[in-house]
């Protein structure tokens, strides 16, 4: 439950935000999060990653196999969200100016032909990326300095992207013919990694019957572009304790294979580990989800809520820990267990 409004002011809030102004965000945040869970369903992990990475700020990449429902997934977030929405579909023929734009000649009044900069559909504010890996590793790089920067240099000049800018690249972990690995630097951009999994019986059978009907559930705008803005600068504000903040300094450090302080497991089966903004990375996703949970402040629980998706792509195995099939993120959850502990 929600604490009172005077103290959620004070917590967390600056002074352009009233008590009655964080509590209606608050009370349209869970709106939206019921209102995606009406259309899609048994996602509900899935739906509370996805609204913290957007009050977060964050881009999002879903990895799941076709007909898991991410696409629905997406455009439903977008209408509830209130946003402008385009969806790219990477294939290997895609160019980088199919994503930003590029120059071409028009006619003005006079008929003089003149350059003149045609955006490309990286200019919204939800973008789909499907199936990011099957794009060259050229134009995939095209979405770095929009990802990171917010702007498109094209053209010999720079332009702003429209706010807010959401990407939510999808792509297909089983069929690898003819994908590219993505680059580091690229999913290091990714706030969060979500893993879509196959529904169970109970759920599949509710997602036949809502799907094969006559009626097909619409979802409602529940939240504005305004609103979204609003809440990445609140979540920003949500206090972390210190000694939390400080685990996980440590935390980061002791995944490092070549760290002093770290354990026998991750010497061994770890080829690097969490970087600073992997740790950045995970006390915001945790200010999202103390939010999102009506609380204003960070626990060691909103922590290890947020570790997989936070993190599951910022560290790598090395060559043994993929012989052995060792669980990397089950050993990432170990360390952080190890180092909550000691910090108490």
Known sequence: MRNSATTTAAAVADEA????DLDRLLGELQAARREVGRV???QEDVV????????CGGHVLLEGAPGLGKTLLVRTLATTAGLDFARIQFTPDLMPADVTG????????????????????????LLL???INRATPKTQSALLEAMQ????????????L???FFVLATQNPIEMEGTYELPEAQIDRFLIKIAVSFPSEAVLDAILDLTTGVEQPTPAKVLSAADIIRLQEIVRSVPIA???RRAIARFAITSQPDSKETLPEVRKYLRFGISPRGAQSLVLAAKGHALLAGRYNVSFADVRAVLRPALRHRFQLNFEGEADRVDGEAMIERVFDHVARDAG
């Open 149 to 160: 920067e917010r702007t498109i240099t094209a053209g010999g000049r720079t332009t702003d």
């Open 48 to 55: 509370d990653q996805l609204l913290i990475a957007l009050i």
């Open 162 to 164: 429209p706010k807010p």
């Open 242 to 244: 210190s000694h939390v």
């Open 129 to 131: 990326a499907d199936e």
């Open 102 to 125: 590029s120059l071409a000649l028009i006619a003005d009044e006079k008929g003089t032909m003149r350059p003149v900069f045609q955006p490309g559909p990286i200019f919204t504010q």
């Open 40 to 42: 899609v369903l048994g």
């Open 17 to 20: 935000v009233t008590p009655a």
